[in-house]
């Protein structure tokens, strides 16, 4: 995934939550949760990229080692 469509997805999930938090009465810490949930998901969803590559690279180097 490209770094503008993580961007998209974390920004609906925390737009999803405002809005939860906001139909429920509590705008302001909807509109916060919101904020600090997106950043997180945007933080979490990188790293597990970054580990999956790290992951592929070593896998390959391994498969380089094997055949050589």
């Not at 998209?8 to 949930?37: K, Q």
């Amino acid at each position: 995934m490209t770094t503008g469509r993580i961007a998209l997805l974390c920004a609906l999930v925390g737009v999803a939550y405002a809005a939860v938090l906001t139909v429920r009465g509590d705008p302001a810490p909807g509109l916060v949760g919101g904020v600090l949930l997106a950043v997180l998901v945007f933080v979490i969803v990188r790293r597990v990229q970054e580990y999956n590559a790290a992951k592929r690279r070593e896998a390959a180097r391994r498969r380089g080692e094997r055949t050589g």
